[in-house]
């Protein structure tokens, strides 16, 4: 196996307070994979360093999260992988033999809940050598090498599994602020036309939604304009301001209604690229695509996760 495959790029921009988890989360992450990686006062008086599992719904951010972690980390070595991608117990120990020779370095091991579930033997084996890689013994110790799971389905996981990532972080679904903080950041810069009444009900109709279900919504909300520029059968022609609105920047048309005054019956073929004005994002754009984008989840999933949270969470 070719450690150098899992070794994990830097993302710059992204940072810890750009990813909308509650500020709780943030901190728990701080004090459990952040800081004592950063002095080793603060790793000797931190509560409850061990491996940590990170768990919750599909796009709630676990995996941006490793990212803001990484980049945080600049001296840490960081490798990302599935489960999957380990073939046989041979790649276990390469990958902590490695990981030996490069600390501190932090593991991100996606798909986790395998090490419980596995049938094959291959897997079986596969999942006995990390768990006792990561006990680590007196010539292999484990002394600043820090495994972060990620899972979706924590319910699956064994005592063994348990055992061994004694710290268990729920990545909830966002909340009501956290919602509209998403929407901002991924609205910035679209020219729109919303009240922020009409961005609250927005926000309130996204309940359920995790952070990818919006980023989801919120592509195809802008591709609304442009939809109705390629159904449209009339236009009529408006002027273009510059972003101070100090001075016209030119002047081009935009769809319309037959009965709109001006209005002139051509299509968007009919036009050059830079003769066509895009319509703002507006409240409507949103209802019809929140007709057809739902969350990626239901309430059974939402149940699943609880349980777990109120059984071995903390």
Sequence with gaps: MDDDLYTMSRKPDVSI?????????????????????????????????????????????????????????????????????????????????????????????????????????????????????????????????????????????????LNCFPIRIEIPLPDDMERFDIFKYQLKGVDIDLSDKEFQEIVKRTHGFTGADIVVLVRDALLQPVRLIQRATHYVKVQETTSDNQQTAGEKWTPCSPETPGAVAMTWSELKEDQIFLPKLKMDDFLKSLSTTKPSTDDKYHDAIAKFTKDFGN
């Design 17 to 161: 307070e750009n990813v909308f988890i509650p500020i709780n989360i943030k901190e728990r992450m701080k004090k459990s994979v952040i800081l004592p990686f950063k002095s080793s006062e603060i790793k000797e008086a931190a509560e409850n360093v061990g491996h940590v599992i990170l768990y919750g719904e599909p796009g709630t951010g676990k995996t941006l999260l490793t990212y803001a972690i990484a980049t945080e980390l600049k001296h840490v070595t960081c490798f990302s992988l599935s489960f999957y991608e380990l073939k046989n117990d041979g790649d276990v120990r390469n990958l902590l033999s490695q990981a030996r020779l490069k600390r501190p370095v932090i593991i991100f091991l996606d798909d986790v809940e395998v090490l419980s579930v596995t049938e094959t033997d291959q897997g079986k084996r596969i999942a006995s050598e990390f768990l006792l890689q990561l006990q680590g013994s007196p010539n292999n110790s484990t002394e600043d090498i820090l495994v972060v799971g990620m899972t979706n389905k924590p319910w699956k996981l064994n005592s063994a599994v």
